[in-house]
């Protein structure tokens, strides 16, 4: 199956920033890469702003021919919770839909990069939680933490829940408030890695916003070791 690798993280954390500098770095190894976030929400907010969403840059980024909707089914207009943003728009999520997209972009594809919404504990669906459709989708994570107090916490937290959940995890920092204290980045970086018994793969240092800068910095700070801990090379089954 053609791993499906999600950029997870809470909000403001700089998801889409590592999600566009993965997409060139992967091509850059692994082939065709095509990236999707099946829900977003704030439509409104990007217009108001007049700044493309996070489904056009991702779209952008991979140079794709597939149609923006393909790659961004939903888009609601309010920055609410998934569901209720869906309520208000008078939009149903449909699980099955999300589905077939995904395994149509897995057959085009070597490797599915997803952007995830903040929220993995509410309800994407009128059924499942965006946590339990990453199981089903059988996803990896790449979880992207800012630093801070605040930061540490939700990571040690959202991590932990989906180790319990069986979800494979890699961790990734994103300095994107320009913290300059040493010992607090140190005690970040291995307080994770003590409480969640995972190696922090790296520090994107602070406002690498350009896209190929983000790539040339992952490339060259953490190459191919990077990419062999986020996608595991496929075990083929024995006859």
């Known amino acids: 199956m ?14 889409t920033s590592v999600a566009v500098a993965l997409v060139s770095l992967l091509q850059q190894h692994l082939g065709k890469v095509i990236a999707w976030k099946p829900l977003d929400v704030n439509g409104i907010g990007y217009q108001i702003q007049d700044s493309d969403s996070d489904g056009e840059r991702l779209h952008q980024a991979t140079n794709m021919s597939e149609h923006i909707n393909l790659l961004n089914p939903y888009l ?6 998934p569901l209720l943003a869906a309520q208000r728009d008078g939009v149903k999520v449909d699980e099955k839909v999300l589905s077939q997209r995904l ?11 997803m952007e995830s919404l903040a929220e ?8 499942h939680s965006g946590l339990e459709l990453l199981q089903q989708w059988q996803a990896r994570i790449l979880w992207v933490s ?6 540490l916490e939700q990571t040690l ?3 932990a829940l989906l180790q319990q ?11 994107t408030t320009n913290e300059l204290n040493t010992d607090l980045l140190q005690h970040q970086w291995m307080m994770l890695e003590e409480r969640l018994d995972l190696r922090v793969l790296g520090l994107l240092p602070y406002k690498i916003d350009e896209n190929r800068r983000n790539a040339t910095w992952l490339s060259d700070n953490l190459e191919t070791a990077f990419l062999d801990q986020l996608l595991p090379p496929q075990v083929s089954p024995t006859v």
């Open 2 to 15: 053609t791993p499906l690798l999600c950029i997870a993280g809470a909000r403001g954390v700089g998801k």
């Open 157 to 159: 937290q959202a991590v």
């Open 103 to 113: 395994e149509l972009l897995r057959r085009r594809s070597d490797v599915v990069l």
């Open 120 to 127: 993995l504990l509410c309800l994407w669906t009128a059924k």
């Open 146 to 151: 800012g630093i801070g107090r605040e930061s």
């Open 165 to 175: 959940a069986g979800i494979s995890c890699q961790l990734l920092l994103n300095n």
């Open 76 to 81: 609601f207009n309010e920055d609410l919770p």
